[in-house]
């Protein structure tokens, strides 16, 4: 097919919008999928993505449509999600693409995430075609939510569509229109093959399978590949095309996406943003790559039954073959023995990645709590970069502390204004702009660190919001703050898998809830058991947790009260040798109850 009949797009949403269904409808209507083998969420591949109602990767068909002019034209889209763990997902979508399809739930209107991933899409220069959707719904406003792109992004009402992707009303209007207004892939179809990467995963049978845009040249099966930035050569073994399923082609032209398989058996070899050439003919230079994504938040991953380990680690390294961008490293606790320190995109990703852990590879863990990157400047001048709160160095070895911060958007109804300004005070957010839109919403624009951000400020968002709110944040950099690690210790024995870093304003407080909850959690013994909350040598909060004791006068129904007194000071010899050899288990409780402590 010639290159002026290909159409590369993406659907890009808020969360929860309607890409999906959306994507089903053009996948129904264009003959793809037949309804016999319909079913919902048809791109969402993934046992998670179903249940959750959230796609986490992004997926790619070939559609065939013949559009009203009468001619036959190739559609390649490319499902993205909608979270904001996963907007680095929506980058890589959007390179290889020339224009946007941008879905606006008809009822909630413009969210942040709507605002971050059009401002996406701009950066890259693709055409934008802005979607009303669920127009079907009782509460919809097309309207107003017309008024908003018009405000807030600057669309031309013109240009709106309005659809219901549950029932693909104006579906097919909208397939005309992307016939109509996105371009033509650019690229020289006679020049060397210039391909990208923008995703590889791991199958079990065929090894690395690397999704590529073609920019440039004709790409041909059992041809012998170059990768440019990697240096290495191999035999392509397998060209193809998703329709939604997997189907063999003999050549990938300019302007086509497709996928290939090498054989590779390691995914470190084809990584996403490498350009990929033909060894016979090999272009001169490489096409413009990724930045790596870089994990925001970090967790332990230990093992329930230490006898798992090795099973934790093959099963890490088997996730990690889907899933570049995680990372992990082994670990040793002394309250949890041998475990991961796991580097994850978000809270999301780490929920994503412990759920896949425990049901497809049937583990018990135990999770501590999640931490972001510091960064500590030490005594002779070296950068630590700081991982696990344990791991910080001590006060005296300290010169300075500086912590992640974020951009953060906020839309909501100005209804709910008082109360979110008031958790973005309490969170240490410093203000950068706030603009009222016409239908009485307003979207704020703060600064706050990510330690803040990552552990119930969501939720309390939409509580405070009454589910109004919508948040999306982009990284900022490191900034400078009044930093202490804070650590728990149990009969003075630090337990280094609860030391958490915290502002100094915070650290009292922060302190007297943890050792509070400790308190509840730490079952009694025989011997009473200290809970100390410190900063350095400070004791800053205390609780004990009582000893069980044994009534050892029950047998003394008179007699001399000396003899009582023997007994009772044998029983309290006895409780303080314990004390001083007894070792205390920690319940697997403690170790997340540092997110259920106010911050």
């Not at 070939?62 to 001619?71: F, H, I």
């Not at 029950?554 to 029983?571: H, N, P, S, W």
Request: net charge negative; proline share 5%.
């Amino acid at each position: 097919m010639g290159k002026n009949r290909i159409r590369n797009f993406s659907i890009i949403a808020h969360i929860d919008h309607g890409k999906s269904t959306l994507a089903d409808r053009i996948l129904e209507l264009t003959g793809a999928v037949s309804k016999r083998d319909m079913t919902t969420q048809i791109l969402d591949s993934m046992d998670i993505e179903r249940e959750r109602g959230i796609t986490i990767k992004a997926q790619t068909a070939r559609l065939s449509y013949q559009a009203s002019d009468g001619e036959t034209y190739q559609l390649n889209l490319i499902d993205t999600p909608g979270h904001v763990d996963f907007s680095y997902e929506v980058s890589r979508s959007l390179s290889a693409c020339e224009g946007a399809i941008l879905v606006v739930d008809a009822s909630q209107g413009v969210e942040a995430q709507t605002i971050a991933n059009a401002y996406l899409a701009v950066e890259q220069d693709l055409v934008i075609i802005p979607v009303i959707n669920k127009i079907d719904l009782p509460g919809a406003d097309p309207d107003r939510v017309r008024n908003e792109l018009k405000s807030v992004l600057g669309f031309d009402p013109e240009e709106v569509i309005e659809v219901s992707a549950k029932e693909g009303t104006g579906v097919p209007q909208l397939l005309d229109a992307i016939v109509r207004r996105i371009p033509t892939p650019s690229g020289d179809p006679d020049a060397p093959v210039r391909g990208f990467i923008i995703d590889s995963w791991y199958d079990n049978y065929v090894g690395v399978v690397s999704l590529v845009r073609i920019f440039d040249g004709t790409l041909e099966n059992r041809s012998r590949l170059r990768l440019m930035g990697h240096g290495g050569e191999y035999d392509l073994s397998e060209l193809g095309i998703f329709s939604p399923v997997a189907t063999p082609v003999s050549c990938l032209f300019a302007g086509e996406v497709g996928y290939l398989v090498t054989g590779i058996k390691d995914i470190q070899v084809m990584k996403v943003g490498e350009t990929v050439t033909i060894a016979s003919r090999p272009a001169k230079e490489p096409l413009p790559g990724f930045r790596t994504a870089r994990p925001m938040v970090f967790a332990g991953l230990y093992p329930a039954a230490s006898e798992d380990f090795s099973r934790l680690r093959d099963a890490l390294e088997k996730l990690k073959l889907n899933d570049s961008s995680l990372v992990f490293d082994p670990e040793t606790s002394e309250a949890l023995g041998f475990g991961f320190r796991c580097g994850f995109l978000g809270m999301l990703h780490m929920e994503v990645v412990q759920e896949r852990l425990e049901r497809h590879f049937e583990l018990d863990l135990v999770t501590t709590a999640p931490t972001v990157v510091y960064r500590a400047l030490a005594r002779d001048d070296q950068w630590v970069d700081v991982d696990n709160p344990a791991m910080m160095p001590g006060a005296g070895d300290v010169v300075e502390v500086e912590e992640p911060y974020v951009r953060s958007t906020i839309m909501l109804p100005d209804l709910y204004l008082g109360g979110v300004l008031g958790l973005l005070t309490e969170r240490r957010g410093v203000q950068r702009s706030m603009n009222y839109l016409e239908d009485r919403r307003v979207i704020l624009e703060y600064d706050l660190p990510l330690a803040e951000v990552i552990y119930d400020f969501y939720d309390k968002l939409k509580t405070l919001s009454r589910g109004y709110a919508s948040l999306d944040y982009e990284p900022l950099g490191y900034r400078s703050g009044d930093l202490v690690k804070l650590e728990l210790l149990v009969n003075g024995e630090p337990v280094d898998a609860l030391s958490v870093i915290v502002p100094k304003e915070k650290a009292y407080y922060r302190g007297r809830d943890l050792a509070s909850k400790m308190k509840e959690l730490i079952p009694r013994q025989m011997f009473e058991v200290v809970i100390q909350a410190a900063i350095g040598n400070r004791v800053i909060a205390r609780e004990s947790v009582k000893a069980l004791r044994k009534n050892v006068l029950a047998k003394c129904y008179g007699g001399d009260v000396t003899r009582k007194r023997k007994l009772l000071e044998k029983q309290k010899e006895g409780k303080k040798r314990m004390k001083s050899v007894g070792r205390i288990q920690i319940p697997q409780d403690a170790f997340m109850a540092i997110l259920e402590v106010e911050k």
